[in-house]
């Protein structure tokens, strides 16, 4: 048998040492990953057919990414909000709805501001504040049911609009709760 | 470090809340409230010992969950009830304990919550008050007012911080920024914090919260008095939520070490049900303030004695403007408001009578009188009494005094304000002063190039011009002046237009004319035949008591659902710098009330009981210039 020598024994000693350092970087990843807020659901609002009562609606909503930024997954869960309001509850439920065809093209958030720019289709409203009040009401309480959102900036098309054409909603400022 | 706290919090409110009208008889009339304009009803209610409990899942409870953007948690195995409020703040109640949490208080309730068919219930009237909210009876209507239930003023190093957290979320407007004051107003939110609190703070000597507005739109205002050389930051936010600012300078002259303040709700112990207004508390302090909690009127044939109750000292001022602009104002300096604002209408020689919270430390009672009438100020021992004659006043009568009552010294504005300036009429940061009180401008929804909605070739343009022109005959008749923003079918501003072009053209003709107030007239509509009703809109606090007068008139006169009155961002009301109100009359998309919107008679209803909604909000039109 061969006896060690000093230089094998240190080879095995940085051996175990860079064994602790990956087992302790593997601990910290995983808990870290553990640590990192992992919503799983949304609420989303949509107006009943009273025009004015806000019915809470969860949908599921992928977790916070690993490594993800606040400000990336606060967008993304902005986005994601905004196309289940425009696109409403399942079809069979009684709502105010956008006028069909109505998309999210773009969001964006500055500080607690979100910016939502929808297609050229909602502004083929009906004619009567019913649907364009609802519309926006169930839009702005979505968004701003997630943390740190408190207003709505809407644009159409890229545009912003004091109103829409023909319609009565000021769309000239952020839209609040407290403005319904 | 010194630090002032003012922490009513959720505890005592809920202490209050138990202090209110009492649990309700039935489900169905006693659990229905209307929080920010929307009507909530509780279904899923259970009486017990007097009191309501609400089921968890309850949708209008869920509903209102979901407004304030709390959560709630039912975990069984733990028989728990957990709601995280937006702020956040846990409320936690367990099945069969009277002990429940706001926070890091505990508290004690009328009841334990209990579980029936797999569903917890919880007390109603504390949970209420754990969510901040108070309940506030306007004419018969139970509100859900969110209260400003928190404010941290602290200080260390020089450097002043205030936080002030609401059920909702705070927006502050900034209504008065000068060496001597920063004045803060919250609109939408009530407060039972309302009184003056010295405070040994940098930058700041005293605080002063106040309430105005009315029970469906109140303001909270927060007065800083600042000391010399303070200087303030910009409005912040930690969450979103609560309003946040930094202020910087000198402690207050004669301060001793920082002092902490602390006020609080009325004690939770038992007291009699009272008025569904909590009741003002102010501080014991020096500088107590006058509470003025009544004004009542007494006629005779010499002509109207105004008596208004007054506890404590206060200096007045008051002053008259000439005929044709026959108005008469008092200003109660160091006092505040403990009762709700009021508008009265009497008669001659008095046609109305306001009663508002000026600002943070004055109260103004304005009369308009049916001409230039003789007033004496008589300051008595319970208040001050204005005694108006029936007879006109000498020429050379007074416009202007000044006095105290209850031992005040009376105090002489620095600048003696011109009294034919009617920039001194006018109630709150807010208020509107009429060029023309005699102009109501009345809006034709849509017109022209601008259909509106369309149903079998009848457009809703045509039917709103149709009931205007109506509208503005009955007000004519009765004395006002009209203008109507389109006479015909056309447009305002120019065919084809942008909607912001043509609705700011609309208000820009009642902006410029200074009118008493505008109403709009539109008809409704929907992709489908089922909405249907009236809906009143309104978008600014000055609008409110308008809007509520007409849509009370709507209801009554037409045989429509009533829909009743609704906050929402329209841009004509908004933008429109006098009371404003749009009704959307009946929905073309109904068959029922296309059948009605069909009828001329119908539509005559309905300009009548918009005349007579304005007859209720604004009295008769004021006397022409040449009577």
Same mark, same amino acid.
């Given at each position: 048998m061969t006896p060690r020598t000093p230089r094998r024994s240190q080879r095995v000693l940085v051996l175990v040492a860079l064994l602790i350092v990956a087992s302790a970087l593997s601990w910290w990843v995983l808990s870290t990953r553990r640590s990192t807020p992992a919503t799983g659901s949304l609420t989303v609002y949509y107006t009943k057919l009273d025009g004015t009562t806000e019915v809470p609606w969860p949908v599921s909503m992928r977790p916070r990414a690993a490594g993800e930024s606040d400000a990336s997954y606060?967008?993304?869960?902005?986005?994601?909000?905004?196309?289940?309001?425009v696109a409403g509850p399942a079809s069979d439920v009684q709502a105010i709805r956008f006028p069909p065809g109505t998309h999210v093209l773009a969001v964006d958030v500055t500080a607690t501001t979100a910016t939502v720019d929808l297609s050229r289709e909602v502004e083929q409203q009906t004619g009567g504040s019913f649907g364009e009040n609802g519309e926006f009401k169930a839009l702005v309480y979505s968004l701003t049911s997630i943390g740190g959102i408190d207003a709505v900036q809407v644009k159409v098309v890229g545009r912003t609009l004091e109103t829409l054409p023909g319609g009565h909603l000021a769309l000239d400022g952020p839209l609040r709760r407290s403005d319904w | 470090m010194g630090r002032f706290a003012v922490r009513i919090g959720s505890a005592a409110l809920a202490a209050l809340c138990l202090l209110l009208p009492g649990a309700p008889a039935r489900a169905d009339s006693g659990t229905s409230f209307v929080f920010e304009s929307t009507r909530i009803d509780f279904t899923h209610v259970v009486r017990k010992n007097g009191n309501v409990a609400i089921g968890a899942d309850d949708p209008g409870f869920?509903? *209102?969950?979901?407004?304030?953007?709390?959560?709630?948690?039912?975990?069984?195995?733990?028989?728990?009830? *957990?709601?995280?409020?937006?702020?956040?703040?846990?409320?936690?109640?367990?099945?069969?304990?009277?002990?429940?949490?706001?926070?890091?208080?505990?508290?004690?309730?009328?009841?334990?919550?209990?579980?029936?068919?797999?569903?917890?219930?919880?007390?109603?009237?504390? *949970?209420?008050?754990?969510?901040?909210?108070?309940?506030?009876n306007d004419g018969g209507t139970r509100l859900l007012q969110p209260q400003l239930t928190d404010l941290d003023l602290s200080s260390s190093g020089g450097r002043t911080t205030l936080v002030a957290r609401a059920a909702i979320a705070l927006h502050a407007r900034v209504v008065a920024d000068d060496a001597r004051q920063l004045t803060l107003a919250f609109d939408g939110v009530g407060s039972t914090l309302a009184g003056t609190k010295p405070v040994q703070a940098?930058?700041?000597?005293?605080?002063?919260?106040?309430?105005?507005?009315?029970?469906?739109?109140?303001?909270?205002?927060?007065? *800083?008095?600042?000391?010399?050389?303070?200087?303030?930051?910009?409005?912040?936010?930690?969450?979103?939520r609560d309003f946040k600012i930094g202020l910087s300078g000198p402690m207050p002259l004669g301060g001793g070490p920082a002092t902490t303040v602390a006020v609080t709700t009325p004690s939770p112990s038992p007291q009699p049900l009272a008025s569904a207004t909590p009741a003002l508390q102010a501080s014991a302090s020096p500088a107590a303030i006058a509470l003025v909690s009544a004004v009542a009127a007494q006629s005779d044939p010499a002509g109207v004695r105004i008596a208004v109750t007054v506890s404590g000292g206060a200096s007045f001022e008051w002053h008259r403007l000439r005929d044709p602009d026959n108005r008469f104002w008092i200003d109660l300096h160091g006092a505040q408001l403990s009762m709700p604002p009021r508008d009265d209408a009497l008669g001659d020689p008095v046609q109305t009578v306001r009663i508002r919270q000026l600002d943070p430390t004055t109260v103004r009672v304005a009369l308009s009188l049916t001409g230039e009438k003789l007033v004496n100020v008589l300051p008595t021992a319970t208040g001050i009494e204005l005694d108006v004659a029936t007879v006109d006043a000498p020429a050379d009568a007074a416009r202007i005094g000044t006095g105290s009552i209850g031992g005040a010294i009376p105090v002489v504005a620095e600048a003696t304000p011109n009294p034919l300036d009617t920039s001194n009429w006018k109630f709150g940061p807010q208020a509107y002063v009429p060029a023309n009180p005699r102009l109501i401008v009345i809006d034709p929804g849509h017109g022209g190039s601008d259909r509106g909605a369309i149903r079998n070739g009848v457009s809703e343009a045509a039917l709103a011009l149709d009931m205007a022109n109506r509208l503005q005959a009955i007000l004519v008749a009765r004395g006002w002046e009209v203008t109507m923003t389109h006479t015909d079918d056309s447009d305002v501003y120019a065919p084809n237009d942008t909607a912001r072009q043509e609705l700011q053209a609309r208000d820009d003709i009642a902006n410029n004319a200074g009118a008493r107030l505008l109403v709009s007239v539109h008809v409704n509509s929907f992709i489908n035949a089922g909405p249907n009703g009236t809906t009143t809109y309104y978008a600014k606090p000055s609008d409110v008591a308008l809007a509520d007068a007409i849509r009370q008139r709507l209801a009554a006169g037409l045989a429509t659902k009533d829909d009743g009155v609704v906050k929402s961002k329209f841009y004509i009301v908004l933008h429109a710098l006098m009371p404003a109100a749009l009704v959307e009359t009946a929905f073309l998309s109904n068959p029922d009330d296309f059948a009605k919107l069909n009828s001329p008679q119908w539509r005559q209803h309905v300009a009548q009981a918009i005349a007579d909604g304005i007859g209720d909000y604004a009295g008769a039109p004021p006397p022409a210039p040449n009577q």
């Open positions: 606060v967008r993304e869960t902005v986005k994601y909000a905004a196309v289940q309001a | 869920r509903t *209102l969950l979901g407004a304030l953007g709390a959560n709630l948690t039912w975990k069984p195995g733990d028989r728990s009830v *957990l709601i995280a409020t937006a702020q956040p703040v846990i409320i936690s109640f367990t099945v069969g304990e009277t002990r429940y949490d706001v926070g890091t208080k505990a508290l004690t309730a009328s009841f334990a919550p209990f579980e029936q068919d797999a569903v917890p219930y919880v007390p109603l009237q504390e *949970l209420l008050g754990a969510l901040d909210l108070a309940i506030v940098a930058g700041v000597s005293s605080l002063v919260v106040s309430v105005a507005g009315v029970p469906r739109a109140p303001t909270t205002l927060i007065s *800083l008095q600042l000391t010399p050389g303070a200087a303030h930051g910009v409005a912040d936010t930690d969450d979103g």
